[in-house]
């Protein structure tokens, strides 16, 4: 169990660092695109804004500023074939207020719109005592889905004093590819969480398959090896138990001649019956049945009292160093049922021992209850010890085979409890608290059958 666990943890482990892993490269990958991108695109706006600036003169500067409309038609056509040539968003002259002086844009706007993102730029021309007239560039900014990024380059009077400043716009369409591969990306880091949960998923399935499989290999392996050892045990057993039961028979008619009661020979007789009956019940165990109990078995009517009082002495009889609490029991006077006596003594009996333990191990005093009621379609058996309480992730448990929390316990009792009770078409219940009791409830038909 600690191993398949332990596997699973594993697995999850290495699946969560093969999605985190891959996902990250994919984003590394997208950020070493995006920055050779936005170095390219760079680049060429100010391979642009230099070229541009080339072609408009001193001359035409003053023009411009002197409210030339002829020089401005002339710049306004050179800006247009600039902005045309490389499928630029917008090309521009502003002065040294962000006032366009000419621009391509059909808008209304008289102040450049992003004076406040981009005026640092425009002022390092004007108020610079550096006469350098290459481009700057601008950092990338984006909002919603469009990307803006300008370059300036400075636009001299005949004096070689900076008047204006030329600034292109990058297209808006240039990140288009861009956008898309983070919208992929971000699809595919989704579809790789969800492939990871159905990867996950799958191998849990197999794995609790895997797990089922290798229970039941061991369960057969373990058979196997158990019938073996009570072959040749229950052929030591039966032989000396046969032994014992002739002698005891054979002192119970001596008693009778001496006219004596032979109430030790019955109860040998009896004792010898019951270990007989465990002896085969455990070879069933081994042959994977549980019929050899009750066909060795026959149904007869059962006064109930008789049958509690005699389960009780045996108990007390067991247990003679420890004085056993009973409490009430609310069977009803004269209740008669029509069941199988010893497979019905074998049951009870191994569970008010387990509770007994329970008491003992629990250093509690033997506090017990044992009850039969008739309901209108069952015959229900309760058994109660007040010893420790049953947690309830151990409750799944209790019925498997070799599962045990008695240090001396076998972990077959519970085991073949269940089958014997199945075998007949009932059923048990738990109800347990833990620190307080437990109560075994089994509920058998009224009518047995084999």
């Known amino acids: 169990m600690f191993g398949g666990t332990k596997k699973l943890w594993l697995v999850a482990l290495f699946s969560i660092v093969l999605i985190v892993l891959v996902n990250l490269a994919w984003w590394v990958f997208y950020d070493k695109t995006e920055a050779i991108l936005d170095g390219q695109l760079g680049r060429r706006l100010a391979l642009v804004a230099n070229t541009g600036a080339s072609r408009i003169t001193a ?7 002197s409210a030339d409309f002829e020089a401005f038609v002339n710049i306004v056509d050179i800006l247009e074939e600039i902005r045309l040539s490389d499928s630029l968003s917008e090309v521009f ?17 008289t102040t450049y719109l992003l004076a406040p993102l981009n005026g640092r730029f425009i002022d390092s021309f004007f108020y610079s005592f550096s006469t350098a007239e290459n481009a700057l560039v601008t950092e990338s900014y984006r909002t919603g889905s469009i990307y803006l990024k300008s370059a300036f380059v400075p636009l001299a009077d005949s004096l070689g004093l900076v008047v204006a400043v030329l600034g292109v716009e990058a297209p808006v369409d240039f990140f288009e590819s861009l956008i898309e591969l983070k919208n992929n990306l971000y699809f595919s880091s989704l579809l790789s969480v969800l492939a990871g949960l159905i990867f996950g998923i799958i191998f849990l399935l197999v794995q609790r398959s895997l797990n089922q499989a290798e229970a039941r290999l061991v369960l057969s392996e373990t ?6 050892m009570v072959a040749v045990i229950s052929h030591e057993i039966k032989n000396p138990l046969m032994i014992i039961r002739g002698s005891a028979e054979r002192l ?7 006219n004596k009661h032979p109430e030790e020979s019955d109860f040998i007789i009896e004792e010898v019956d019951r270990l007989n009956q465990i002896v085969t019940g455990y070879l069933s165990f081994a042959r994977g049945t549980t019929g050899g109990i009750l066909a060795a ?9 008789e049958f509690i009082a005699k389960m009780k002495a045996d108990l007390e009889q067991k247990y003679a160093d420890q004085k056993i609490e009973w409490i ?5 006077a004269g209740l008669v049922i029509n069941s199988y006596p010893r497979v019905l003594r074998q049951i009870l009996l191994n569970l008010l021992i387990n509770g007994a333990e329970a008491c003992l191990s629990a250093e509690k005093p033997l506090k017990l209850g044992l009850s039969i009621l008739e309901q209108a379609e069952f015959i229900e ?3 109660l010890d007040f010893g420790p309480g049953i947690p309830k992730r151990k409750m799944k448990k209790l019925f498997e085979p070799f599962y045990t929390t008695r240090q001396q316990g076998s ?20 109800q347990s608290e833990p620190g307080e009791k437990t109560e075994f409830i089994i509920y058998l038909p009224k009518e047995p059958n084999k």
């Open 93 to 109: 002259i502003l002065d040294e207020n962000y006032y366009y002086l000419a621009t391509t844009s059909y808008e209304s706007d």
């Open 411 to 430: 972990g077959l009792g519970l085991y073949l409890t269940l089958k014997i009770v199945e075998e007949l078409r009932g059923r048990i219940d738990i």
């Open 381 to 383: 058996l309760r058994v």
């Open 328 to 332: 009430s029991d609310n069977s009803p």
């Open 297 to 305: 078995s026959q149904s007869e009517p059962v006064k109930v009292a």
């Open 59 to 65: 001359a035409d500067i003053e023009a411009l500023m």
């Open 223 to 228: 058979h196997s090896h158990l019938g073996r």
């Open 252 to 258: 119970k008619k001596f008693l009778a001649k001496e």
